[in-house]
């Protein structure tokens, strides 16, 4: 079976088989996450480059429109063209790219298909993209694509609690009131000096604003909860990469990227966390 028409599709890993091949995984806004085989992105049997292109279409964070035949899960890559201009991540936001694509590599199921979350990644690599240097500006707009984009994944799944009801009850969440997170059941308000989640930064998650430091705190606990409790254990490797990249750079062993300017994207097909090395919300916790 080959697909009528070029979908639109990212990127988001591409890993050597045999000789000139290479299986591709890609987030497609009408079909989920698919594993793709593509020939002729290796080197020839003489050794040089191809130069048809390809190879360079199946970088991360790149925007496609591709056929293939068979099925979404093995079948042949046909045809593939670029979408937009590619982006240009800036160095202090490529490890926070590279755990998005980890994360829907590790929790969407191959073919199943999530509009909504296509167009959640493409606007938070949008996000990061545009957040050049490291100032703390830059550093809350990375903190808060990841954690809209990790809300937008665990609603997706079908993972992510009720944040603007208390479980039982179904009353609306107080914004004076406090929550604590039962992975089971929801939320839960505690009274007096009992320690839990402001019920005015869970409320701004759900409207994805996030305009401070501790709302983005906030955030990245409670999320970083759920997550751990879809991954069943599984750990993430940019987790791992950045606590390294943090101890480095505490002991000035590695400078802070520097800033880079982010070129326009492409657009979003059909109509349309961990942070990095440095956290944005305190300077020097690992990310995740």
């Not at 993972?159 to 107080?174: H, I």
């Not at 939320?187 to 430091?213: I, N, Q, W």
Request: glycine share 12%.
């Amino acid at each position: 079976m080959t697909r009528p028409e070029a979908l639109p599709a990212y990127v988001l890993h591409s890993r050597a088989y045999r000789e000139s091949g290479a299986i591709v995984d890609f987030l497609t806004r009408d079909f989920g996450r698919v594993s793709l085989f593509a020939t002729g992105v290796g080197p020839s049997t003489s050794g040089k480059r191809r130069s048809n292109g390809i190879a360079a279409l199946l970088q991360p964070f790149t925007a496609v429109l591709l056929t293939w035949r068979g099925t979404n899960d093995g079948g042949q890559l046909s045809a593939i063209e670029a979408a937009g201009p590619p982006w240009r991540m800036p160095p202090a936001r490529v490890m926070s790219a590279f755990y998005l694509n980890e994360l829907l590599i590790k929790l969407l199921p191959r073919d199943d298909a999530h509009p909504g979350l296509f167009d959640a990644y493409h606007f938070a690599l949008a996000a990061l993209a545009g957040a050049a240097g490291s100032d703390p500006v830059a550093k809350q707009a990375e903190a808060r694509a990841l954690r809209k984009f990790e809300y937008a994944l665990l609603e997706e799944l079908g993972l992510c609690a009720d944040f603007a009801n208390e479980a039982g009850t179904g009353d609306p969440v107080d914004p004076a009131g406090t929550y604590r997170l039962r992975a089971s059941l929801g939320l839960v308000r505690v009274g007096g000096t009992m320690p839990g989640f402001p019920g005015a930064h869970l409320l701004s998650l759900v409207a994805g604003e996030l305009p401070d430091e501790e709302t983005l705190a906030t955030a990245r606990l409670v999320l970083r909860e759920l997550l751990d409790g879809a991954l069943e254990g599984r750990p993430l490797l940019t987790r791992r990469v950045a606590r390294g990249v943090a101890t480095l750079m505490a002991a000035g062993g590695v400078q802070s990227a520097g800033s880079a300017s982010a070129a326009k994207g492409p657009a979003v097909g059909k109509g349309a966390g961990i942070d990095t090395p440095v956290h944005a919300a305190d300077g020097d916790t690992p990310p995740g």
